[in-house]
C-alpha cells in the first residue's frame, strides 16, 4: 500500500439553454472526497467552477448540430490555475450526459498541464459511457457506480483489475472493464458528514440544486438505492438493495445545517424516501419538532415521492414538516404506457395518485405532478405484464421471442388529457411535462436503437437538462410510427398550453409567481 495522497477534487462546469437555473451542492463529490479523508488521505483542493462569480459566467458553445447552449462557470484556464502543483490524483464528477461539452475539452487540456497525474472520473456519464468518456477526455479511469470505495483504493495504491466497477485503457488489449458497479457499502450509516469542511457550504446554501434563490437550503439524500427498474431512469442507484441513513443522522445534518448556515429549507432528493414509513415518518416529525420550537424551516421533495408508499399518515406529516408542495410522478394517464415504461403496479398507479391527491387536498398540502410525453414503449419485463386481452393489439415480438409495447399513440394520448383533467380538477396546481429523452445505457434507449426509433443516436449533440423555454421538434430524439417527433413537440406544446405548470426551478420570491402558464414558461 502506497503513502496517503493529496487529491484534488474538481466539479464539472455547467450546460444550460441561456441562463442557470440550478446549482449543484456536489454531494457526490463530498462524500468521496470525505470517505477518502477518512482513509488518511489529503483534499489539497475544492474546485468548482461556478462558486467565486463562476455562475455569471456564460460562455456560448455549439453542439455538432450547431445549436447554441450555454457553458456556466469559471474557464478551463481558472480550474486548472488552481489545481495544487503537489497533487497526486485528480477527480472529478460528471454528473450528466450532456456534461459531455463542458468535461471533455476540460479534461484534455489538465492532461496537457498536469502529465503525469492521475485523473479519474466518476458519475453517471462515465457509468453509463464509460468508453466514450476514456476516449474523448484522455482520463486514466472512470468509475462505475458508487465512488467512495473505488476511490480511496485506487488512492491506496491497489492493482486497477482488483477494484471492482473500473474502466481503463490497458494495452495492448484496449478497454479493461472489471464489472459492472463498483463496491457498495451495505451500511450506509458508515460513510462519514460528506465533505462539510471543504465543500463551500455558506455559499451553497444560497442556490439549492432545485433553482430555490429565496431560502437558505440544504440539499441531502437520506438513502440510496431503487428496487425498481424504470426503463428510461438513469439512476445510480436502480435495481439495487434500497440503503437508508438512519433517522437520527439525518435529522442531526439538519440542525447542523440550522446552527451552521443558517439554513431554513430541506430538499430532499432521494428517489424512495417514503420506501421505509417508519424511518420518513420519524424524520419527519423531527423536522415538524423543530418547527414546533419556532423555527421557520420548510422542506421540498423536488424528484417526486413514490406514491406505492405514500399513504394518509405520511401525506399530514409532510404537511406538519412544512413540505410547500409535493410532485406526484403519473408519468402517463394510460396504463399502458407504465406497462412500457416497466412502472411498478402500472394498472393501480392512476388511482393511487388520485388517492394521494385526495389525501393531499385534506391535508391542504399543495400538489403538482410528472408527465413523459411522447413515450416510444418498450420491452415486456414483468410477467403479470403480458397475455392481457385489451393490449393484444399492441404487442409486438423480435426474432428472438421478446415481448415488446407500442408507445403513445393519439389515443394514449387523449387518456392523458382526460385524466390530467380530471387530477387539475381535484386541485393540482398544475402540470411538469417533460418530453422523453431516451438517456445512453437506459433500456428506454436500447429499445429505441434496436427498432430504429432514434432520429440521432445518443445524445451528445442535445442539451439533455433542456428548459422548457428551449424546447423545439428540432431536439426530440424519438420518431415512432406512432408518435413522430414533431407529434410529439405539439402534444407537450398541447399540455402546456392547456394547464397550469408549476416549474420547480424558478423560485424567485415568497409570491406566487413559480406558478406560471406555459406559455409564461416559453416566454421567459
Known amino acids: 500500500m502506497s503513502k496517503n495522497k493529496r487529491v484534488c477534487l474538481i466539479a464539472c462546469p455547467w450546460l444550460f439553454y441561456n441562463e442557470v437555473e440550478f446549482r449543484s451542492q456536489q454531494l457526490g463529490l463530498g462524500y468521496v472526497g470525505a470517505y477518502a479523508e477518512q482513509n488518511g488521505h489529503i483534499i489539497c ?10 455562475e455569471g459566467i456564460g460562455s456560448q458553445v455549439y453542439n455538432v448540430r450547431q445549436q447554441p447552449i450555454k457553458r456556466f462557470g469559471h474557464s478551463d484556464e481558472w480550474i486548472i ?23 471533455y475539452p476540460l479534461v484534455r487540456k489538465i492532461r496537457i498541464a498536469f502529465p503525469g497525474k492521475l485523473v479519474v472520473i466518476g458519475g453517471v456519464l462515465p457509468t453509463y459511457l ?28 491497489e492493482p486497477w483489475d482488483k477494484i471492482p466497477g473500473l474502466v481503463y485503457c490497458a494495452a495492448p488489449a484496449g478497454f479493461k472493464e472489471t464489472g459492472i458497479r463498483a463496491e457498495q457499502h451495505r451500511d450506509i450509516n458508515q460513510l462519514p458528514l460528506p465533505g462539510n469542511n471543504f465543500r463551500p457550504m455558506k455559499e451553497y446554501v444560497k442556490l439549492s440544486p432545485w433553482g430555490n434563490r429565496v431560502a437558505r437550503t440544504l440539499h441531502l439524500i437520506t438513502s440510496r438505492g431503487c428496487p425498481y427498474d424504470c426503463h428510461f431512469c438513469s439512476g445510480l442507484g436502480k435495481c439495487e438493495r434500497w ?11 439538519i440542525k447542523t ?3 451552521k448556515w443558517g439554513v431554513n429549507q430541506i430538499e430532499f432528493a432521494d428517489d424512495n424516501f417514503t420506501f421505509e414509513k417508519k424511518r420518513a415518518l420519524k424524520i419527519l416529525n423531527g423536522v415538524a419538532e423543530i418547527r414546533k420550537s419556532g423555527y421557520e424551516i420548510s422542506c421540498a421533495f423536488p424528484n417526486g415521492a413514490m406514491l406505492e408508499r405514500m399513504d394518509r399518515e405520511i401525506v399530514f406529516a409532510m404537511k406538519s414538516a412544512g413540505t410547500e408542495i409535493i410532485y406526484l410522478p403519473v408519468e402517463s394517464g394510460d396504463p399502458r404506457m407504465l406497462v412500457g415504461m416497466n412502472k411498478f403496479n402500472a394498472f393501480k398507479h ?8 385526495g389525501w393531499c387536498n385534506e391535508a391542504k398540502l399543495p400538489f403538482s405532478c410528472f408527465l413523459i410525453v411522447g ?11 403480458r397475455r392481457i386481452a385489451e393490449y393484444e393489439r399492441f404487442y409486438f415480438q423480435d426474432n428472438g421471442g421478446n415481448l415488446y409495447i407500442q408507445g403513445e399513440d393519439e389515443e394514449s394520448f387523449e387518456k392523458t388529457l382526460k385524466f390530467l383533467e380530471k387530477f387539475h380538477r381535484i386541485g393540482s396546481q398544475g402540470i411538469t411535462p417533460l418530453i422523453t429523452v431516451p438517456l445512453p445505457g437506459t433500456e428506454l434507449y436500447k429499445f429505441c436503437e434496436k427498432f430504429g426509433y432514434l432520429v440521432f443516436k445518443d445524445s451528445a449533440d442535445t442539451l439533455v437538462t433542456i428548459s422548457y423555454a428551449a424546447v423545439t421538434p ?16 405539439e402534444r407537450w406544446q398541447t399540455i402546456m398550453e392547456k394547464f397550469p405548470t408549476f416549474h420547480n426551478v424558478r423560485k424567485l420570491d415568497n409570491s406566487d409567481k413559480n406558478i406560471l402558464s406555459g406559455e409564461q414558461i416559453r416566454e421567459k
Do not use: H
Not at 483542493?45 to 463562476?54: K, L, R, S, W, Y
Not at 440503503?243 to 445534518?253: N, T
Open 243 to 253: 440503503r437508508p441513513f438512519s433517522a437520527e443522522r439525518i435529522l442531526s445534518e
Open 375 to 385: 413515450y416510444p414503449g418498450g420491452r415486456i419485463k414483468r410477467p403479470s405484464y
Open 130 to 157: 464509460s468508453r466514450q468518456v476514456l476516449l474523448e477526455s484522455g482520463a486514466d479511469i472512470v468509475v462505475r457506480g458508487e465512488g467512495e470505495i473505488a476511490f480511496t483504493r485506487i488512492l491506496n495504491g
Open 474 to 489: 428540432e431536439v426530440v430524439q424519438i420518431d415512432t410510427p406512432w408518435c413522430s417527433r414533431e407529434r410529439a413537440f
Open 350 to 357: 392512476l388511482d393511487k395518485a388520485m388517492q394521494v391527491a
Open 257 to 259: 445545517g440550522i446552527e
Open 81 to 103: 490555475g488552481r489545481i495544487p502543483k503537489d497533487t497526486d490524483v485528480i477527480g472529478i464528477n460528471a454528473p450528466f450526459t450532456d456534461s459531455r461539452l463542458a468535461l
Open 45 to 54: 483542493a475544492f474546485i468548482d467552477p461556478m462558486m467565486n462569480g463562476g
